[in-house]
């Protein structure tokens, strides 16, 4: 079966496709707007693991609708939400996969997909939606990640990844300046995946 | 890491194994109370899967309390979710596991664990406690289940598990003999799992 699963690179999603690829044929699709080319990095993280990549470029509008809405907010956990569900939708969307997947965790605020959801989705494209961590929390994930993957850990501006939130900053910056994009984005740490242990 | 997973020898505590065993010591654990033999069935499944077994006993007093819960309800659903929270709770007072786990699945009715009892359990007891199948619904488990197991299917009462279902029937005919079974239980078909493909 050919399962498409959201990918940014990060430890989540990477664990979500070792937990699949014994029971599926796992593309890793990232989903971009076509403002930075930080989708690279996730390409580069699918060569380590020796997984097929995929891009999947989203409509411009809704990389302004979701910077509009976190600036709005002052916070980005809504503007985040609503590209993972527009990227859940161009990926059920896609004709060749009969499964999709995201890295969701159990403990995640954001992207949530619920049980609604995830049903509406598999009812209108006739596909599998499934979230294979989202019965796992932090510290199992965080456990297993560090029995399995080699990853670089650091600040989000510094990290090389390719989750929409490096788009979603520079469409803020060009809009309001990087003062505009410290308001919104809270200091936290990411990770990128560099290779399987 | 060791994990002990509450284990039937249905489906999909079977494909709760599978997905786990490449990244835990997997145990697989069934709770009983002493009342049938019915624990026999998932060390045989257990067997054929090549993956270590533990019976793990619980109180009588946990099934005639749930036994008088489901007569009183005239469904099993509260009964059977009170028994296995208390096998929860049992495994995870097991010393020798990093990790506890179960089948549940994103769209069971019964048994069901909140995220709020997950993060109980694993802060009590210092434990991860990992839901593999929580993020698939019912026709994503079917799929896989095709490509991965060899599977009997039947009604309940003619398909060798050792879910809590079997004893559960047992003390409440022990009390109000086959009428008071099928007044609680409704008709469905359960699975048993006889291999992998």
Known sequence: MQLGLLYSGGKDSTLAALLLENFYDVTLATAHFGITDD?????????????????IELDDAVAHDAAERIREDGFPRNGIQHVHQEALEALAAADDFDAIADGTRRDDR???????????L???????????????????????????????????????RADYEAELRAVIADQGGQEAVAECFPDHDQTHVTGRR
Chains 1, 2 share one sequence.
């Open 122 to 160: 598999e009812d209108r494209h006739d596909v599998d939606y499934v979230a294979p961590l989202s019965g796992f929390g932090r510290g199992a994930v965080d456990r297993l990640v560090d029995s399995t993957l080699d990853v670089t850990v650091g600040p989000s501006e510094e990290i090389p």
């Open 39 to 55: 989708w690279q990095h996730a390409e580069r993280a699918a060569a380590e693991l020796d997984l097929p990549f995929r891009r």
């Open 110 to 120: 954001v992207p949530t997909v619920s049980r609604a959801q995830a049903q509406s």
